[in-house]
């Protein structure tokens, strides 16, 4: 059996999909292409198993649709599974559509689903396009390979599959199950084309950069985690490889691809006794010389004799989900964190010698823009202090399936359940602010690092060739971030949604 993990092109003039390893769905006009991990891992398990696997990521090696349609042709897979998120699904129908046109009479063409969007809610895609099979839940690496090995080999479905039956009427086969991650192979980057991935991403500052993800996914699971993340609905519990696991690969790494730059992808990081052994071998190994290495972090996870071992260990870019200076915000979204976490935890990870990066949202249906101004201001003096270095905003977007859709649903705040429109491009909730006022308040947040103080480290921080080109990419990736969040472009999208 042929199969190929696909992610087809999305032809728009709004810019490039992040589609792949995101929890917050953005079209980027400055590029950035994210390596999917889990994909890869299904990628890799299916080629173990014996099966013809391709690698086929349109939307990163920026195929027209033309293109893509052509070269599936060619190659004829039995099977073609796609990760879809919600501002792509109704696009990826017609894709799905097309695709069986293209197949019918030539040859037999399976099509998978697979992602949060779907995930939440299966049977819509079964009703309103073509495909065979909907698979849920996160794991779609153990899912892929039970639904490769049912179909060819006479195996039991995989637990959480859609499908519709022979009278056309749509069954499942229960709720989708976890799986241990340590019983995992390591990924085989070159099947998964690593190349696409390791060099145009903002995260990297040494390359080439690539990405692992040792646990899935996040270990705050306090009344089921934030209530805004779409991953709590493909990952219902944590799970994580050992340090050593992560150890070996990132070895890997290093002797066979040359990997300056590591970013581990799991929502947070393991602390304790696990991040201990992981920073010893670090040292012991003698990585911490050759690669820099990159995680998610919980403020006030961390105390300041861990985070001076991370520095010790190589571990450079650390990324801190801000999202908002306000305690009911914080509250209300489930982040489990104390006002003055996000001070001390960036205090003591740039002490360290940590680059710390937060994440803000903008948005939200309760907060006023004064809210919302407070937490531009907490930016700019995190950033005037140099306790962070880099910054990404977003407007609060309800996925299906999180906590927070489900209050949407509850109170009224929805104001479109027209999937195109959760791209990132306006406010898909009512909130007290205006539209285009929380589009000036996402560019007040990227501009809040505009202060004498960091201005003036930055330029004597300048140390190599290294960072004279990371600072221009961050310079176009700023540029391009503006843009993301422009009025005209936000115009653009809401005529085309309305013709």
Request: charged share 25%; hydrophobic share 35%.
């Amino acid at each position: 059996m042929k199969i190929m993990m696909a992610y087809p092109p999305i032809p728009t003039d709004k810019g490039v999909a992040l589609l792949s390893q995101n929890r917050q769905f953005q079209y980027f006009n400055n590029p950035t292409f994210i390596y999917p991990v889990i994909p890869a891992y299904a990628a890799t398990l299916l080629k173990k198993n014996g099966y013809d696997v391709l690698w086929a990521d349109g939307i990163a090696e920026q195929q027209t649709p033309e293109q893509f349609i052509k070269m599936v042709e060619a190659e004829q897979p039995d099977m073609i599974v796609m990760e879809v998120k919600t501002p792509v699904v109704k696009k990826y129908w017609k894709v799905i559509d097309r695709l069986k046109d293209v197949a019918d009479g030539n040859w037999r063409l399976i099509t998978v689903l697979i992602g949060d969007h779907v995930t939440a809610l299966p049977e819509e895609s079964l009703d309103n396009c073509e495909v065979d099979y909907v698979s849920t839940g996160g794991d779609f690496d153990y899912n892929l390979l039970d639904l490769a090995n049912h179909l060819s080999r006479g195996g039991s479905p995989p637990a959480g599959l859609y499908f519709r039956d022979h009278g056309g009427h749509i069954v499942n086969t229960g709720k989708f199950v976890t799986h241990p991650v340590v019983d995992l192979p390591m990924v085989d980057r070159d099947l998964t084309k690593w190349q696409l991935y390791a060099y145009d991403n903002g995260n990297y500052k040494y390359l080439p950069g690539t990405y692992t993800m040792i646990g899935r996914d996040c270990w705050w699971r306090q009344d089921g985690g934030c209530t805004f993340c779409s991953w709590t609905t493909t990952f219902p519990e944590f799970r994580v490889g050992t340090p050593e696991q992560l150890l070996d690969e990132v070895g890997h790494l290093i002797e066979h691809f040359g990997i300056r730059e590591i970013f581990d992808d799991t929502g947070t990081f393991p602390c304790g006794g696990w991040l201990d052994r992981f920073c010893k071998g670090m040292v012991e190994r003698g990585y911490n010389r050759i690669v820099k290495i990159g995680c998610n972090m919980r403020p006030g996870a961390l105390n300041q004799r861990q985070y001076d071992m991370m520095g010790k260990a190589g571990f450079r870019f650390i990324l801190y989900g801000l999202e908002s200076a306000n305690k009911v915000t914080l509250d209300r979204i489930n982040k489990g964190q104390a006002e003055n976490d996000m001070w001390e935890s960036a205090r003591m990870a740039k002490k360290a010698g940590l680059e710390p990066h937060v994440t803000c949202m903008v948005g939200y249906p309760w907060e006023s823009k004064e809210d919302a101004e407070r937490t531009i201001a907490l930016t700019r003096e995190l950033f005037d202090r140099g306790w962070i270095n880099t910054l990404q905003a977003t407007i609060v977007i309800p996925y299906p399936g999180t906590q927070l859709f489900k209050q949407c649903e509850e109170n009224g705040w929805l104001k479109t359940r027209d999937w195109d429109r959760y791209d990132m491009r306006e406010p898909v909730m009512t909130t007290p602010i205006p539209d285009e006022e929380i589009l000036q308040l996402i560019q007040g947040l990227y501009k809040s690092f505009i202060t004498p103080g960091f201005v003036f480290r930055k330029i004597i921080e300048v140390r190599s060739l290294d960072d004279v080109k990371f600072l221009w990419r961050a310079g176009k990736a700023f540029a391009g971030h503006l843009m993301d969040f422009g009025k005209k472009n936000v115009k653009k999208k809401e005529i085309s949604a309305v013709g």
